[in-house]
């Protein structure tokens, strides 16, 4: 079965950094495109950031500040977030493809408070 566990969320605050992780199971990674996705307090569902073989994406408002990458042979996407605002709080959560996205996982909290 199909699994993606976010984890590495948490509380920071404005300035600091997270790094997020997806362990991934249960299909072949290394063929998959991976992305990020987030929600926040009272908002929609929001892209960030996906990895699309060699190529990667981000949203403006965390260019230069977040990093997408993959270890494809430990199944695991990361998200490095430096630099984090009041305005990246929210539930981030990894899902499987570049749009459409058929897999998610649980999701990680990630609160920026000073």
């Known amino acids: 079965e199909v699994q993606l566990v976010e984890s590495g969320g948490g509380l920071v605050q404005p300035g600091g950094s997270l790094r997020l992780s997806c362990a991934a199971s249960?299909?072949?990674?290394?063929?998959?495109?991976m992305t990020w996705v987030r929600q926040a307090p009272g908002k929609g569902l929001e892209w960030v950031s996906n990895i699309v073989g060699s190529n990667t994406y981000y949203v403006d408002s965390v260019k230069g500040r977040f990093t997408i990458s993959r270890d494809n042979a430990k199944n695991t996407l990361f998200l490095q977030m430096n630099s984090l605002k009041s305005e990246d709080m929210a539930v981030y959560y990894c899902?499987?493809?570049?749009?459409?996205?058929?897999?998610w996982g649980q999701g990680t909290q990630v609160t920026v408070s000073s």
């Open positions: 899902a499987r493809g570049a749009g459409p996205y058929d897999y």
């Open positions: 249960g299909f072949t990674f290394s063929n998959s495109y």
